[in-house]
C-alpha cells in the first residue's frame, strides 16, 4: 500500500510548476518533485496514477497562469491588440512556462493546430471585427497573421534572444495589425500586389512609383 503522503495534491501541482518555473521542463522528474517535497517516491502517485496524470493538471495550472494575461489583454481598450501585447509579455515574464505550453514538441504541427491550441480564436474574430468593423473572413485573415507576427516574437523572447516593453510591443502591434487589415482589403490600392490574390508583379502594378 502506497505510503500516505504529507502534502495535498495542490502542493504537489504547485512543486512541479515551481520546478518549470525556476529549472524548466527537463527538470521536472519524480526524482526532483520528492527531492523538494521531502517524501517517498511512491507516494506521488498516491494523487496521480502516472505520471502523464500529472502532467495532465499541471498543463491545466500553466494554462490557468496563461489565461490571467489574457485576461488583462482582454480588458484592454482595443482588446484584440491587448492580447498580442499580453501573449508576448507572458513569455517574457515567465519563458519557461511559455515554452512548457507552446513550445513542447506535439503532434500539432500546423498554424490552425497552434491557433486552436491556443485557445481564443472565436473571441479574438469576433473583436477583430468589432474593432475593424470587417467581415469574419476578413478578421480571421488578420488575426491568424497576427498570430505568426506574436508568437515568432514571445518564440525569442522566451529563449532570451530578446525582449521588449509593453510599449514597443503596443507600437509594434498596432502597426502590424493595421498593415495585415489594409493588405487583406480588396478596396485598397495595395491589393493588387499581395502575394496570393492577382499575383501582380511590383513592375506591373500601377500603384508603386518606378522613379
Not at 54 to 81: C, H, M, Q, W
Request: net charge negative; glycine share 6%.
Amino acid at each position: 500500500m502506497p505510503r500516505r503522503p504529507k502534502y495535498t495534491k495542490e502542493e504537489l501541482i504547485d512543486t512541479a510548476v515551481a520546478i518549470i518555473r525556476e529549472e524548466g521542463e527537463e527538470f521536472l522528474s519524480v526524482r526532483n518533485l520528492v527531492k523538494r517535497l521531502g517524501t517517498a517516491p511512491a507516494t506521488i502517485f498516491t494523487h496521480f496514477p502516472s505520471m502523464d496524470a500529472l502532467e495532465k493538471a499541471l498543463t491545466d495550472r500553466i494554462r490557468a497562469i496563461y489565461d490571467t494575461y489574457v485576461d488583462r489583454g482582454l480588458s484592454k481598450n482595443p482588446p484584440f491588440k491587448g492580447f498580442a501585447i499580453e501573449y508576448v509579455m507572458f513569455s517574457i515574464k515567465e519563458p519557461n512556462l511559455y515554452n512548457y505550453l507552446f513550445l513542447r514538441q506535439k503532434d500539432t504541427k500546423t498554424l490552425r493546430d497552434l491557433i486552436e491550441e491556443e485557445g481564443h480564436r472565436e473571441r479574438l474574430t469576433q473583436e477583430a471585427m468589432r474593432v475593424f468593423g470587417c467581415s469574419k473572413q476578413v478578421a480571421e485573415e488578420v488575426f491568424e497573421n497576427l498570430v505568426i507576427f506574436m508568437f515568432g516574437l514571445a518564440s525569442m523572447c522566451s529563449k532570451g534572444l530578446c525582449s521588449f516593453t509593453e510599449e514597443e510591443l503596443a507600437a509594434k502591434f498596432g502597426l502590424a495589425a493595421g498593415g495585415f487589415l489594409y493588405a487583406v482589403k480588396e478596396n485598397n490600392p495595395w491589393y493588387s500586389v499581395v502575394p496570393g490574390k492577382d499575383n501582380v508583379s511590383v513592375e506591373d502594378s500601377p500603384y508603386i512609383s518606378k522613379d
